[in-house]
C-alpha cells in the first residue's frame, strides 16, 4: 500500500522485473519469448540499489566535497528533469578525458571543466540522510556525448588489435542507440586504455584480453565496427564464476565470464604460449593476499577483478575479492507452464512451503552468482521461508496482481486461491539458499495462478 502525503518527499523504486516477466525457451535454434509483465514498486528502499546518474555538469564546491549535476535520465541530450547534488569521499575514483584521478585531485580537475560538459556517476544512496556518494565519476571525452561514439560489451576473441565484442550496445553522437548481439573493435598504439580502480598500474591495449568487459569511445565505421585507434577503451571490473577446483593455487571450472556463458569465448592468444592458454575447466587465479581458508573443492564462487594482460597468462585473472556464492543472493526458479500444476505444492504453512516438481515444464533452478543448481539434482526440495517481518509478497495470474507485506497474509490468500479450484504456474523468489539447512529464506517472492483449462 502507497502512504501519499502532501508535501512529503518520498523515494521509490520501480522494478521491471525482466526475468520474473519473460521466459525464453530455445528450441532447434529458434527462440520463443513469452511476456508475462511484472512491475513492482517498492517505497520502503530497505535494500537500496545502486544508482547511476547522468547529466551535465552544474556546479561544483570542492570546500563542501560535493558537485551537482543537471539531470538527463536514459538517453536524453536536452535538461528539464531537476539537478542531484553528489558527494564525494577519499573512495571516490574519477576519469576525466581520459585521465584517471583520485581523492581531491579527481574533484580538484572536475571544477575546471566547463559548465555543461557531460558527466556520468556511480552512487549509493544513504538513506538515513537522503544524500548521494560517487564511487567513480566520468566526465568530458570519458563519457560518449557529443562528437563521439560509444560501445559497451565483453571481449569474447581478440586477433592482433582486432577485438570481437559480444553484447555490443552503440550509443552514437547523435543520440541513436543500436545493439548487436557481436561487434568488432579495433585498438592501436594511440589508443588510451584505463583500468577501473586502477590497481594494476598503467594500462594499455595488452590488458584488453578474453573476459574483459569495455567501454570504448571512437568512431563508427560501418553498422558492426568502432575504430578506437585515437580512441580510449575504459576497462572495468569482471566477474568469474564457477566452482573451486583448486584452493591453493585457487582454480575454477569456470561457468560464466563477464555474465556471459563461457561457451561463447575463445581463449586462443591469451597465454604465453599455446599450451597456456586460458583452460575455462581450470581457470587459474591469482588471489594474492586475500583469505581462502573457508573455501573446499566444489564451493561456488564468485571472483570480481581483472582478467590478465593478453598473452601472458597463467595465471588468466587477478581477483579484487573472492566471494563464496552461498553467501550471495540468489533467484529460485520454477515454471509449470500454461497449463499450471495442481500439485505444485507440497506443503504450504505460514511457516512456509516446499514444492512438488513433479509436473515441472520449465525452468527450476537457483541461480547465485551465475552458477545454476539444478533443483531436480536435489535429493529434497528446498523450504521456502519468509526471511523477514516484512517483505514483498506477490500473487499474479487472472488479470490481477495482489501484493503483501506480511507472509501469513500471503499465504492465507494463496490458499483460498488453490482451494478455489487455481493451479500454480510459476514461483519466482529472491533470496538466499542455504544448502546445509536445505531452506531457501525469501524476502522477495512471486507466485503465479491461474484457472485450469478444464474450468
Partial sequence: RFTIAPGIPAQVTLDLDLDASNEVVIDNGEAVVTVSPVLLVDSFLETPKPFRLRGLLNTVAIDEDVFSIDLLPFTQRQRNFGSARINVDDETRYEIDGVSY??????????????????????????????????????????????????TGVVVARTDNSLTVRGAMFELSDGEYRFYNEATVTVGAETVVTQQLQGFGNASIGDISIGSSIAVVGEVVDDTTLDATAGKVRIVLSNAVGSVVSVSPLSVDLQRLSARNIDIFDFSGTGTDASSNADPEYYE?????????????????????????????????????????????????????????????????????????????GRSFILRAGITTQLMDLDVQPIVIPAAELGIYAITGNSRIAIYRDFAAFIAELEDLLAEGNVVTVFDGQGYYDNQLNQFSSSRLRVGITQPLSL
Fill in 285 to 361: 587465479i591469482d588471489s594474492g593476499e586475500l583469505q581462502l581458508n573457508s573455501l573446499l573443492i566444489g564451493d561456488p564462487i564468485k571472483v570480481r577483478g581483472l582478467v590478465s594482460t593478453f598473452g601472458t597468462a597463467p595465471e588468466d585473472f587477478i581477483a579484487q575479492t573472492v566471494l563464496d556464492a552461498g553467501d550471495v543472493k540468489g533467484r529460485m526458479i520454477i515454471g509449470y507452464g500454461e497449463e499450471g500444476s495442481d500439485i505444485a505444492l507440497a506443503q504450504i504453512s505460514e511457516q512456509g512451503f516446499q514444492f512438488d516438481l513433479t509436473e515441472v515444464t
Fill in 102 to 151: 583520485t581523492a581531491d585531485d579527481g574533484l580538484t580537475q572536475l571544477a575546471t571543466m566547463p559548465e555543461d560538459t557531460p558527466v556520468v556517476s556511480l552512487n549509493d544512496w544513504n538513506i538515513d540522510d537522503r544524500s548521494f556518494t560517487a564511487n567513480a565519476v566520468y566526465a568530458g571525452s570519458s563519457v560518449p556525448w557529443g562528437d563521439n561514439d560509444g560501445l
